[in-house]
């Protein structure tokens, strides 16, 4: 009895220590692996970061749209820190709420944001996509990037 009890208490330990950990899940925007999702307005969305050895974060957004059917796109980045190993708080960029928002009227979009980060550690950047167009609901796509500095 005290054998079975003793497993399952490292069993329940074992659990809550996975449980703890960030993991986190998106969506597969590759077509090689056979497997996208399918938009009303756009076809593809993209955020790539980069981080220089003095600091310098270099984020690019880019999307490509149906053309004739996108009306407007709406990229709203911003930056989170993780502190404490666990938790991410946002970091202040000095802009409005702390994020970048750009409006983007055609169906090809590139945009570069440059951020002097304040120290080291993990961040990870966000980037929302709103694609407005003429082929049905306006299309949300969330991109996310991890970065070590």
Same mark, same amino acid.
């Given at each position: ?6 497993? *399952?208490?490292?069993?329940? =330990?074992?659990?809550?220590? &996975?449980?703890?950990?960030?993991? !986190? ?15 009303? !307005? ?5 955020? /790539?970061?980069? /981080? ?6 270099? *984020?690019?957004? !880019? ?6 059917? &996108?009306?407007? +796109?709406?990229?709203?980045?911003? &930056?989170?820190?993780?502190?404490? +190993? ?6 202040? =960029?000095?802009q ?9 009227y055609?169906?090809s979009?590139? +945009? ?7 120290? #080291?550690?993990?961040?990870? *950047?966000?980037?929302?996509? /709103? =694609? ?7 299309? #949300? &796509? ?8």
């Amino acid at each position: 009895m005290k054998k079975r009890l003793r497993w *399952i208490s490292v069993l329940l =330990i074992c659990l809550t220590f &996975i449980s703890a950990f960030d993991v !986190n899940v998106f969506a597969d925007t590759d077509s090689s692996s056979g497997v996208t999702p399918r938009y009303n !307005n756009v076809v593809s969305v993209s955020t /790539v970061a980069s /981080v220089s050895d003095s600091g310098l974060l270099t *984020i690019v957004n !880019n999307f490509e749209g149906v053309k004739g059917v &996108i009306t407007r +796109g709406v990229v709203t980045t911003y &930056i989170h820190k993780k502190f404490l +190993g666990l938790f991410w708080q946002k970091v202040d =960029i000095g802009q409005t709420d702390n994020e970048w928002v750009d409006n983007a009227y055609t169906y090809s979009y590139d +945009g570069v944001i440059t951020f002097q980060l304040p120290s #080291t550690g993990t961040y990870r *950047i966000t980037s929302e996509f /709103v =694609i407005y167009g003429t082929g049905g609901a306006a299309d #949300t &796509i969330t991109c996310q990037v991890q970065k070590t500095y």
